[in-house]
Structure formats: C-alpha cells, structure tokens
C-alpha cells in the first residue's frame, strides 16, 4: 500500500481538491468510503509482486502524458487493485468499478454525453408517449405538444442515475464476491435499468406538467423511477459466492526501486500547449461596447480568457481555436470557486451561430458542424 501512495504522489492532491472544489458533485466521495469500509478487517494475503508491478507500469506508462482525471485513475485503480488482493488473495472487479467511481468524473460526464443523452432521452419519451396516443415532437432537447414546452435539461440528462445505478451494482459486486464475468452483466443490467428510468422519468414529467399541470411533482416522479430501477437491479444480482481461498503468498520481492522511480515521475512537466493565434478581443457586443478590465492566465488553457465591463454589466469572455474540455460550463467553475452563480452563457462560432450548453458545442464544433474560432460569453450580475 505504501508503494502505490508513494509512486502515485500526484495523484492524492489532486483528487482531494477536486473532491473539495465544488466543481464536481461529490458522489466519488461515497464510493470512497465504501471502499475504506469493504478493506475494513484483517489481511487475508501477502503483497503479490506481480499485481503492484503491473500497476506501478501502468501508472508510469501514461501519467505524463494524459489529463490529470486519467492518471487518477489509474492511481485508483492501482491503489484499490493491491488493496483487494491483500484483503481476499485475488483482485475482484467490483472493488475496480467502485475505485473508477470515486473519481470527481460526473462533470466531466456531463461536458461530453450530457447533449446526447438529452436527445437520446427526448426522442425515446417521444416515442413511447406516441405509443399512448399523444402526438409529441421532439423539437431538440425538448418536446412539444399542444404548443406548450418540456425542456430536458442538464439534471435530466440521466447521467446522475446512471452513475447511481452502476454504483449499487458496483457496490453488490464487491460485497456479494461476484466474479468477472456476472459484474459485467449485473453492469450491463444497470445501464439499461438507468436509461429505462430516465426514460420513465421523462415520460411522467410529461404528464404532471403538461397535462396535469402539477410541476411540484417533478422531483416525485424522479424518486420513484430511480428506486424502482434499484429494487429491480437488486432483484438481478446473483447470490452471494462464497470467498475464494486466497492465494498462497509468494516470496516478498523488493518493489521500492520501482516505486521511487515511478515517483520521481511526478515531478517531471509536461511540455507547454502550443500558443495560439489570437486575433484580439472585439470592441463591442450586441452593439454594446466593451472594456476590458483584465486578462485571467489559467495554465494549459488553450485560448484567452478576459473579464469585461459593458455598460456597468459584468461579462467574462473565453476565446478558443479547437473544441477542448477546458471550456466548461460556467456554473461548474463559480462553484469550484465558491461563488454563487446568476447568469448566462453562451458560445458562438465564426459564423454567428449560438449555443447555450457546452456539451452541445464540443460535438457541433468536434463533428464539424461548427466553424471557430469560438467565443464564450458570460453574463453575470456580480
């Protein structure tokens, strides 16, 4: 154990700023604890060479080149992978889904499948409302009926109960000993159980706003759909197997030179992002002008971010040349800075045409549907 915390150094701070920030919501903390509360108890196995010796590779083989999410990952993986098989004598793959889990990755499940999913979700509700007679168009990400309006927005994306749904089946893996082969299916189980639910969520929003005009009920109709797909994922699950032998320890290999050179990896930098061509900010917006009051400098940002003033409004501007991660929502980075959030975005391209959700962008602008440079404005009141 000592060998991962100290080969994967980098990682630890990581995690526990991001679980603390507020930019992510801090699900990953839950699948944390579970783990601490499963490794609970004595050590059924010695430290087997081999597994530390696959994870410490891994760990090295990616973690100066990919984003700092995939190497804490693979520092999870690593660290829960040892963890198990001192605890049982084998790795067990509920304990890796659990340790994927933990990691602050919803926001980051949001930026990239929360459109689609939206449209996906809205066109499926469709469909099954047509099926009970109501002729309901999707229009985008919301569906139309009667001339009245139900937008799918973020919170309905399903992606939260998706990640509720394979934490449970996580979950009943590792404490129900399940092997490789029923986690997988159990996982499967709750993927279609998670988007069942959405799906049945929408549907019922539809009706208690819609038609019967009852929008309290919204968070009701939310409830029901996700304890009905757990119930029916518990009713999946296998039985309990009975705990494997654990394997006979093998003879202690020294793991330290590895260790500490695996660490000393963390202190290495990776090279700087290119600079970009920056054509400079416009002067005005929507015939307002505007004055800049200063340039922000985030590292590894590949663009230009710039706080202006317009008319006595607060706008914060954020240039970019390629589709990136980086620009997020905005509501996620006032939260990860402890601010309250109040106001708008929005995202337009070279050729005038405007988004209000960043997932929607990234797949316009990463299909090519969308020609940038890109410009991000936000709105605030403070």
């Known amino acids: 154990m000592a060998l991962i ?10 995690l526990w700023t991001r679980w603390l920030d507020g930019s992510d919501e801090p699900l990953g903390v839950m699948a944390a604890l579970l783990l601490l509360w499963l490794g609970r108890g004595p050590q059924a196995s010695s430290l087997n060479p081999r597994t530390a010796r696959i994870a410490l590779t891994a760990y090295a ?5 990919t984003p ?4 804490a990952a693979l520092a999870m993986l690593s660290l829960t992978a040892v963890a198990c ?8 793959p509920g304990w890796l889904g659990l340790a994927l889990l933990a990691l602050p990755s919803l926001a980051s499940l949001q930026f990239f499948l929360g459109y689609p999913a939206r449209l996906a979700g809205a066109q499926c509700a469709s469909w099954l409302l047509a099926l009970q007679g109501y002729q309901v168009e999707r229009q985008g990400v919301e569906l139309a009926w009667r001339g009245r309006h139900l937008l799918v927005d973020t919170p309905c994306s399903g992606l939260a109960t998706l990640w509720m749904m394979v934490f449970f089946a996580m979950g009943l893996a590792a404490v129900r000993n399940l092997n490789w082969i029923h986690t997988i299916r159990l996982a499967g189980v709750a993927l279609m159980l998670a988007w069942a639910a959405n799906v049945l969520r929408l549907t019922g929003l539809f009706f208690s706003e819609l038609v019967l005009h009852r929008p309290e009920l919204h968070n009701a109709i939310g409830l029901v759909a996700c304890w009905l797909a757990a119930a029916l994922l518990w009713a999946a699950c296998p039985a309990e197997r009975p705990a494997a032998e654990p394997a006979p ?3 202690r290999q020294s793991l330290w030179g590895l260790a500490v050179a695996v660490a000393l990896l963390g202190f290495v930098k990776g090279s700087p992002p290119a ?11 929507a015939g307002r002008p505007l004055h800049l009051v200063e340039e922000v400098a985030v590292p590894g940002f590949p663009g230009r971010i710039g706080r202006f003033d ?3 409004e607060s706008l914060v501007l954020r240039w970019v040349n390629r589709p990136t991660r980086m620009l997020h929502s905005s509501r996620d980075c006032y939260r990860a800075r402890g601010l309250p959030y109040q106001g708008s975005e929005r995202i337009f391209d070279a050729d005038g045409h405007c988004f209000d959700d960043v997932s929607q962008w990234f797949w316009s602008a990463a299909l090519g549907r969308s020609r940038g440079p890109w410009l991000a404005v936000t709105t605030t009141n403070s």
Not at 61 to 65: D, G, Y
Not at 68 to 71: A, D, M, T
């Open 249 to 251: 320890a093998q003879a």
């Open 68 to 71: 700092p999410l995939v190497g």
């Open 275 to 285: 600079p970009v061509d920056f054509p400079g900010w416009p002067q005005q917006l």
């Open 61 to 65: 083989a990616f973690c100066l080149w």
């Open 310 to 312: 317009s008319d006595g």
């Open 5 to 14: 915390l100290l080969a994967c150094w980098p990682a630890w701070p990581y």
């Open 85 to 92: 098989q001192r605890r049982h004598g084998r790795v067990r």
